[in-house]
């Protein structure tokens, strides 16, 4: 057996996740500076290491925090973390192999935006006593299965403090000021956790 893309129908699934890469791309540019992102989704080395990003901490090319993006299109109130990229062979799933710092997860029906410690989510995951549900990988067609944990948003706010939220049309209103039509899945009890850009007075 062997897992492929080849023959499934995967691409929407590629196609949603550049868009997410772009959103978290030009946020971190406009709150770090054009040179303080680096986008490296074409890179090799870096693929195989699950990093899409490289976003400088201080917004000088001298030190670089790893960055993962995700991408959610249904409104389910639930984070897909990935156990295994291949269920049939037991291949570890990005939650596990990824070398990424920082977790981003984009919710692209409701433009709400998780930004996670990624050593904590993975701890979480471990230890949470919240019975996190294990269920297949929901592309359709595909020729082999994914297997991933369902992360209630709700939950993970309640036990990681750290998890920053914020709503991109709010920070990119001239790009995606139109784009997202249903309500935010941000519990109204965690309303102070969401974080608005500085405006001008």
Known sequence: FACSYAGSAIQPSFDLGKLGVQAVETLFSHTRGEHGVRNVEADKAWQGRDVDLLVSESGQSTSWLQVEVKNENKATGNLVLEKYSCLELKTPGWLTYSTAEVLVSCLW?????????????????KTTP??????????????????CYLAPIAGMLDDLAEVVCLRIADWMPALYGEAFKHDSLIPARHSSRIVWPARLH
């Open 109 to 125: 029906p409701t433009g709400d935006m998780f930004l996670m410690d990624f050593a904590k989510v993975r701890e979480w995951v």
């Open 130 to 147: 919240r019975n996190l549900r294990l269920v297949p990988g929901t592309v359709p067609e595909q020729n082999y299965h994914s297997q």
